[in-house]
């Protein structure tokens, strides 16, 4: 298997990726992992670094198309005043206040399905 040296390595280019290259150190000598959609790991030199490696990745740019749109968001007043944000994304619901944190069930969650509904 052919080994990187520093400077083909500072050369190469990729695709997007939403994580940097890895240098992992086997037994068998150094390797970078990649996780774009070309995959996959080379065999690189002993002084090649990170930093190095760096500037392979380019981070995946979400899309508007990409950002799922199935979320909402509901302000909700307790009892003694203090608002609270309800959100459901994915038919999941989740609320700020301590008791759906303890509970994970809550009155201002039930007040906003309820808005929901009239919606």
């Known amino acids: 298997m052919k080994v990187y040296t520093k400077q083909e390595v500072r ?3 990729r695709g997007p990726s939403l994580y940097a290259p890895v240098i992992v150190n086997f037994l068998s000598g150094r390797t970078m992992l990649f996780h774009d959609a070309e995959g996959g790991s080379i065999r690189i030199a002993d002084d090649v670094t990170p930093e190095d490696a760096s500037h392979i990745w380019v981070r995946y740019q ?3 198309q990409d950002i799922p749109t199935d979320r909402k968001q509901f302000t909700i007043k307790g009892s003694t005043g203090t608002a609270y944000t309800v959100t459901v994304r994915f038919k999941q619901w989740s609320c700020t206040c ?8 809550c009155k201002h969650v039930e ?6 509904r009239e919606l």
């Open 98 to 105: 301590s008791g759906f944190g303890f509970r994970k069930r």
């Open 62 to 64: 979400a899309k508007q």
């Open 11 to 13: 050369a190469m280019r």
């Open 111 to 116: 007040q906003a399905k309820q808005l929901q």
